[in-house]
């Protein structure tokens, strides 16, 4: 198989669903209406209700659903094989993940802008509000911590995008400033932050070739992380969190354009073969090193690239709140999960097809050859050097075994430098461009990452703040200070990092994706009744929405119990405690997710209250 073919049918898939299912959905489910006063009008602050460009807040809204997930969780399921990874990213897509977050997105614009959580409690109950923004909190703690994890591992391999990323951050408040506090038009302002994206670039490979932040350890990478987004997450929107979020959009479309377009000019000119292996096993070791069967564990590998429910929590949370128009909706949800969905196959596409000359480079080769931890995984599977581990890789079964743990203790330098090759190979460049277009991936991979980690701790500020919410009559002393935004921001921020810190990634990540897929069935059903009861749609608008709700449901519950028996408990009778914490917020999880189900089973029998009409 070649690449090019896995570009080239997301693209036609992407297409036809975008104009035939996603109308559908517009037209008859949500009956978007350019006439209706969005709550970025109605309730304008400046601070968090402002109205954005559909472009800019596109821009925001898939920087920020983008993250870390759609490209890692990708390139550890690639332990199963190319083909059940790309598979069921496609069937994520078009089935689940446009249907969640499109709907998310239109049923907080017509709540005034509110949360998932906040609309489950006018539509379930107030107890099932405390339950959602629970599950949400501790969903989002998750993140915080996988995201940080993935970030500081990859300044750490490649420090030119450490440099490049904080550059563009510094340099995102000026543009803020120019689009928001001047009277610079709107295209002035873009050009301008397009030529400060090319410095920030330029001053990561510059920094690379010169040892710039070199010295700094993950632990280090993690501090500098904690006071960031525990600041990002508290200024106004327009200071940072919208012009950052163009800014990167602009960044993961150029990659985007650049990755695919190579790898289908590969295609062309027979350098783009899929040589990794297109299938492995049934039950590769992928979640925990542990051998995992596909179904139901790939929701814990593959989150954000095939669906997500951290994507309703920034629909909700953030994106519709600044919608312009009700008719942008349908760009800024369903489009976002499409392109999403695009990159992961890239990811796919690029690993799979380059993975063996990264891992064969001199450069990446010395230094993993020279790394104790790497090195350790290579003796444990047999190998007697890490030449000879690459060699064995061809093989489907030793792959499936040892792939992710070894990408895993090597901090993932595969996947920016698949992407360098893909791109160098197929348009014959000199080795030259090898080290600026690994720079340029691992900007734009933790670009997104950072974006999500900022947008993470934001949702949960909110999400706590609302569960402090009966606080505010009770005790108002304790109310001003638990509610307060530093507090909230930082309280999550510094539990986060604390998880990330000891390292265990290969049990953290699928403690996040777990949580986070249930997330999305949760906020399915959460849907499925503003669209039964509210929208009151025909019955296949009520069936786009209830069989995903169902099926994921089903799926990730499996699955949860599955990593708690298999993967967690092992880790607690040995005394990790990252699997304590984590195995103990997978039971929070699966408890109030039980509660959750049958909370919506009962909201599906009764009517919908007066209120919940009215608000809607």
């Known amino acids: 198989m070649n690449g090019g073919v896995l570009i080239l049918g997301a693209l036609v898939i992407y ?32 601070t968090d209700y402002v109205p954005a460009n559909k472009y800019v807040l596109y821009g925001h809204h898939f920087a920020s659903i983008a993250g870390a997930g759609p490209i890692i969780g990708p390139a550890v399921a690639l332990g199963w094989g190319w083909l059940p990874a790309v598979l069921w990213v496609w069937f994520g897509n078009v089935f689940i993940g446009v249907v969640h977050d499109y709907l998310a997105l239109m049923a907080s614009v017509r709540y ?65 400033f120019l689009m928001y506090k001047t009277n610079l038009s709107f295209t002035w302002s873009t050009v ?67 990755g695919g377009g190579a790898i289908i000019i590969g295609a062309l000119r027979g350098v783009a073969t899929l040589e990794w292996p297109s299938y492995t096993s049934w039950s590769a070791h992928v979640v925990g090193g542990k051998a995992s069967p596909f179904w139901p564990t790939v929701p814990l590998v593959i989150a954000c690239g095939a669906l997500s429910g951290f994507h309703s929590l920034v629909g909700s ?21 499409l392109t999403e969905g695009f990159l992961s196959t890239m990811v796919i596409a690029s690993m799979a097809g380059f993975g063996f000359l990264a891992l ?3 450069t990446i080769a010395d230094k993993l050859a020279a790394n104790a931890k790497v090195m350790k995984v290579i003796s444990a599977a047999g190998a007697s050097s890490y030449a000879d581990f690459i060699n064995k890789l061809h093989d ?17 330098v595969v996947i920016p430098w698949s992407y360098a090759y893909a791109v160098k190979t197929s348009l014959n460049l000199s080795s030259g461009k090898l080290q600026p277009l690994a720079v340029f991936a691992t900007l734009w991979i933790t670009g997104f990452a950072l974006t999500s980690l900022d947008t993470a701790t934001r949702l949960g500020r909110y999400a706590w703040q609302e569960l402090m919410a009966p606080l505010k009559d009770r005790s108002p002393g304790a109310y001003s200070v638990l509610a307060n935004k530093w507090f909230a921001s930082a309280f999550l921020a510094a539990l986060g990092i604390a998880l990330a810190w000891g390292g265990k990634f290969l049990v953290l990540w699928p403690a996040f994706a777990g949580m986070n897929q249930l997330l999305s069935s949760l906020a399915l059903m959460t849907v499925s009744i503003w669209v039964w009861k509210v929208q009151k749609a025909t019955g296949l608008g009520k ?37 304590i914490v984590v195995g103990i917020i997978t039971l929070i999880g699966l408890a109030l997710n039980i509660y959750l189900f049958a909370e919506w089973i009962s909201a599906i029998r009764r009517p919908a209250t007066e209120e919940a009409l009215a608000a809607a």
Not at 24 to 31: A, P, T
Not at 240 to 245: A, K, N, V
Not at 321 to 337: P, R
Not at 550 to 576: C, H, N, Q, R, S
């Open 15 to 46: 297409f036809v669903f975008y104009f035939t299912h996603g109308r559908y959905l517009m037209k008859n489910v949500v009956r978007a209406d350019p006439n209706r006063e969005t709550p970025a009008h109605r309730l304008f602050d400046g």
């Open 112 to 176: 005034d802008g509110r949360t998932i959580g906040w609309i489950s409690g006018k539509l379930f109950s107030r107890k099932a509000m405390f339950a959602f923004n629970s599950y949400i909190w501790f969903s989002l703690l998750l993140v915080v911590a996988a995201f940080s994890f993935v970030i500081s591992s990859l300044f750490v391999s490649t420090p030119g995008g450490g440099v490049a990323a904080m550059s563009l951050i510094l340099l995102a408040v000026i543009v803020g």
């Open 192 to 258: 301008i932050a397009i030529i400060f994206i090319i410095l920030a670039v330029w001053l990561g490979f510059y920094g690379q070739n010169h040892g710039w932040l070199s010295s700094l350890t993950m632990h280090h990478w993690e501090i500098i992380l904690f006071f960031y987004i525990i600041i990002a997450a508290s200024l106004p929107v327009w200071v940072l969190l919208q012009p950052r979020d163009y800014m990167n959009a602009y960044i993961l479309w150029a990659s985007l354009a650049i």
């Open 317 to 337: 949370g953030t994106s519709s709140k600044q919608l312009d128009n009700e008719l942008h909706g349908l760009l800024v949800g369903y489009g976002g999960m």
């Open 360 to 362: 064969t480079d001199p």
């Open 396 to 412: 489907p079964d030793f792959f499936g075994r040892w792939y992710a743990i070894f990408a895993s203790k090597s901090k993932w």
């Open 543 to 579: 069936g786009l929405v209830v069989a995903p709700a169902v099926f994921m449901w089903i799926t990730v519950t499996l699955a949860l119990i599955w990593y708690f028996i298999y993967v967690a408990v092992p880790g607690i009778k040995e005394g990790d405690a990252t699997s």
